[in-house]
Every structure is written in C-alpha cells, then in structure tokens.
C-alpha cells in the first residue's frame, strides 16, 4: 500500500528565506502525488500535483515540488518566504480507486 | 456550484447522540469522499461514493458510522451515538472523474464540518 512520510511535524523559517518540506513516499507503482495546503480553520487547497509529465513541478504562490524516483522524495520548496505563507502543509500520495493518503502534516512558521 | 459545500461548521453533541452533517459536491463530480481529521493532525479516509453508490468503504468504522449519497440531496455523514473520540473536523471532497481515465484527478474539499462531543 502506498504512504507517504513528512519529515518534521513543525518548520520554522524567516520571512525571504528558502522554505523547504519533505516527503518521502512509498509506492509499488508509479504515484500521483499532490502537496495540500491547509489555512486555521479552512479545508485543504491544492498546491501542485505530480501526474509523470515532468519532475519539477510548480504550484501556486511561487511553491515547486521535484519528483526524485531514486530517493522516493517530493520535498516541497519555495525560494523566499512570505509572511502569508504561514500554514500547515500535506503531502499525498493517490491510492488506488482514488483515495488519497496524507502525511501527517507539517506547519509552517514565518518568522519576521 | 463550483465549491464543495458543508454544513454544519460547527456541531456539538453530548456523549451518546446523534451528528449529523452534509455535504453538497460541485455539480457534475461525480465521486465524493469523507475524510476526518482529529486534532489537526493527518487526514483519515472514511468513505467515498461513485455517485449514489457506496465506492470505498474500507476507512469507515463499522458501528455507529453511515453515509449516504442520493440523488438530487446533499450526501450525508452521521454518526450515532457519538463518543468523545469523534471530535473532529469532517471533510467533504469531490472529483468528476476516474482517476484511471485522465490521470490525477484532484480532488477539491470542503471547508469542514467541526464536531464537537461533550
């Protein structure tokens, strides 16, 4: 069965600083992969997903993820920290009969 | 509409009642899933249907949870008997399609339903 891993339950970073969130996936056959971003008290919105057309894919509000098959990563990065950016983050993996399979989340902190 | 839509936002019930909570999908999806997260921690599958048909039962505990999607009505999420664990937020999320059909399908969600037992 697919799962997917997020490395550190909390990140803090300074605002215009590189943000980078990890996942590490496990799958038996190629995954679609989605990162998830989650405001207090809103659902989950859709950063980017990745669907095997390219490797590095962008998202919005300036957010890239890079598929690594080798590493079975898709760490989640932006160059420059906003304040706005303050959140909690999901990665996800595509089980079969289109089930999603979260992380256990990881929350952003903006320092200024 | 082209948002998924939940009510309530907020519900308390004592220990050993009734919830109740709705879900409306965006017109034209036809899979919708039920998610629940407890303590804004991971996300947890219930359920999902392929229309008014249950598809993936498999997250969904087998007492006191049922659901429901019928037609031209919200889908439904109830629990009876609530206990203390139940507390959550409930999400609702919808997609038009297979994903086997045209790749990842996304699946947009619901601002949630938060329950709260006492």
């Known amino acids: 069965a697919q799962s997917v891993t997020q490395l550190g339950s909390h990140v803090s970073v300074s605002e215009g600083a590189l943000v980078l969130l990890r996942c590490n996936y496990s799958?038996?056959?190629?995954?679609?992969l989605f990162w998830y971003v989650q405001y207090p008290n809103q659902g989950l919105q859709l950063l980017l997903k990745?669907?095997?057309?390219?490797?590095l894919v962008k998202g919005i509000n300036g957010f890239e993820a890079e598929f690594k098959k080798s590493e079975t990563s898709f760490h989640l990065t932006k160059p420059s920290a906003h304040m706005s950016d303050a959140a909690e983050y999901f990665c996800?993996?595509?089980?079969?009969?289109?089930?999603?399979?979260f992380g256990q989340g990881t929350r952003l902190t903006i320092n200024p | 509409g082209e948002e998924v839509a939940q009510t309530p936002k907020h519900l308390v019930r004592g220990e050993g009642q009734k919830a109740k909570l709705y879900c409306a999908p965006i017109?034209?999806?036809?899979?919708v899933f039920w998610y629940q997260q407890v303590l804004k921690n991971e996300f947890k599958f219930l359920i999902s249907?392929?229309?008014?048909?249950?598809?993936?039962e498999t997250g969904m505990p087998k007492e006191r949870f049922s659901a429901k999607c019928l037609p031209n009505s919200p889908c439904s999420l109830e629990i009876q008997a609530t206990k203390l664990e139940d507390s959550a937020v409930y999400f609702c999320?919808?997609?038009?399609?297979?994903?086997?059909?045209?790749?990842?399908?996304?699946?947009?969600f619901g601002a949630g339903s938060r329950l709260t037992v006492l």
């Open positions: 999320a919808s997609t038009p399609r297979r994903q086997a059909d045209s790749g990842a399908n996304v699946l947009t």
């Open positions: 799958s038996s056959v190629p995954p679609y």
């Open positions: 990745y669907t095997s057309a390219a490797t």
């Open positions: 996800a993996v595509s089980q079969g009969a289109q089930k999603l399979v």
């Open positions: 017109k034209g999806h036809s899979y």
């Open positions: 249907f392929q229309n008014e048909n249950v598809f993936d």
